[in-house]
């Protein structure tokens, strides 16, 4: 997914389709991602670094407990990372650290930036950012001085309890501050542990992407595009007269700039660069694209942040359905369509906006429901026993896409009591190497 969003950048990837690149997940948490990256890439190295001992772990427990060699979890702090030993990355991700760290901390980081990503390398950032937060700021100030308990979590639940009584009883600052008021919603229906550690943080501080970009550039990395895939298409992201102003700007980072405001962005996925080779046309157009979901579930429309685009007509009929019996380039389906890549390649761009249609790793072929199966990785087995679940869906590895698969908290019981599953879901949970004949 990363490397896609780099082509839409006019960005080759890091290394060749197919040859093992090195991963650093920097704030790993508990390593859950590159334990299931480490057995959706066998032949790749992962390290992780995390400053909590009770993270690290787990990770190496998980790894462990799923026989993976390719994975190693680091415990300590960015700031001494010349200690490490670690390699130099062709990808290196950020989720949750960059707005949670103090000005010395990412100093050093930009230091590990400049130093261990790979020429042509990538660097993933997910971030708390502006102006989206700011109406937010007095909210988290409250939280930290209203309850004075010892224990933080409780603390969140007595805080939680007095604001929306207030909010209730219709407080002007929740009616002037939407965006407060929603964030005090979502709060309320979040793990209490959750929020405190989101509150109680000690260096809360969300970052304007201008500053970030100023940070990566010291370390020799420029903007690429958003691993929010929408927003590398304003047109679709924003209001029509938004996307214009947006559009009109030619300097990106003003750009940037301007969609923040427009969007009243409070998190973005930012993927940078290291100077590397330019998009490779012609590679691009023979990646593989498959279907996540069996193509009879794949819905008609497209959520958009304002509104749902319709895909129920052509040319996006006709790609569906080429893509029910397995992957296909962009050259494949431009044949089988009859028609212009660009049209084909255009139409791919708008229905991966959807998650049902993703570039694979690797390709696939369709294929009938198994009659008999089982569960196919170790890592899968191993997760259905112990499911890591996000929003109502568990988490699985399904290596053919190079990524996760979220399935239904249902889909997870038909898994597990081995009920009947409707046939087309059996073929394509094949298909994705979640399950195999047995
Ligand atoms: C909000 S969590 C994000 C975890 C994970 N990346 C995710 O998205 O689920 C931030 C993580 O960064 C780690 N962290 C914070 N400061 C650190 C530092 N100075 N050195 C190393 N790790 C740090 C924390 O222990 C925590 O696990």
């Given amino acids: 997914m990363l490397d896609y969003v780099a082509a839409l950048g006019g960005r080759a990837p890091p290394v060749g389709r197919g040859e093992a690149f090195t991963y650093l997940d920097l704030g790993c948490g508990d390593g ?195 691993a929010d895939l929408v927003k590398n298409f304003p047109q679709l992201a924003l209001k029509p007269g938004l996307a214009a102003l947006v559009a009109a700007e030619k300097d990106r980072r003003r750009a940037e700039r301007l969609r923040d405001f427009a969007a009243n962005t409070r998190f973005r996925r930012d993927l940078f660069a290291k100077p590397g080779a330019p998009l490779d046309m012609a590679e691009f157009e023979m990646r593989p694209w498959g279907l996540r979901v069996p193509v009879e579930e794949a819905a008609p429309t497209i959520p958009l942040p304002n509104g749902r685009l319709d895909v129920s007509g052509e040319p996006f009929r006709s790609i569906r359905r080429a893509l029910g019996d397995g992957t296909k380039s962009i050259v494949e389906l431009a044949r089988l369509l009859g028609a212009p890549k660009q049209a084909v390649a255009d139409a791919i761009q708008v229905l991966s906006l959807g998650w049902q249609v993703a570039p694979f790793a690797r390709p696939t072929k369709g294929g009938a429901a198994p009659r008999a199966w089982r569960i196919a990785t170790p890592v899968n087995r191993h997760l259905l026993d112990h499911p890591v679940e996000q929003g109502g869906f568990a988490l699985f590895a399904a290596p053919p896409t190079g990524s996760a698969l979220a399935l239904p908290k249902p889909a997870l019981e038909m898994l597990r009591k081995k009920e009947e599953a409707p046939k087309r879901r059996l073929a394509k949970w094949v298909e994705l190497g979640l399950i195999a004949p047995a």
Wanted: glycine share 6%.
């Fill in 32 to 226: 859950f991602t590159i334990v299931l990256l480490a057995a959706i890439y066998p032949e790749c190295r992962f390290v992780g670094v995390d400053l909590d001992p009770r993270h690290v772990e787990r990770g190496r427990a998980l790894a462990a407990a799923v026989s993976l060699s390719n994975v190693t979890l680091i415990e300590g702090d960015f700031a001494d990372w010349r200690r490490f030993d670690l390699p130099q990355a062709h990808y290196v991700a950020l989720h949750g650290v960059w707005a949670w760290i103090s000005d010395a901390t990412r100093a050093a980081l930009v230091e590990l930036l400049a130093d261990r990503v790979a020429p042509g390398g990538f660097v993933y950032l997910g971030y708390n950012t502006l102006p989206g937060w700011a109406a937010a700021a007095p909210l988290r100030r409250f939280f930290l001085e209203w309850a004075q308990g010892s224990d933080a979590v409780a603390n969140v639940a007595e805080t939680l309890r007095k604001l929306r009584e207030m909010k209730a009883q219709g407080a002007e600052y929740f009616v002037q501050n939407p965006v407060a008021a929603a964030l005090l919603d979502d709060w309320a229906k979040n793990d209490p542990r959750y929020v405190a550690h989101e509150i109680f943080s000690p260096h809360w501080s969300p970052q304007a992407f201008d500053s970030v970009a100023s940070d990566l550039a010291r370390a020799g990395l420029d903007w690429v595009g958003s």
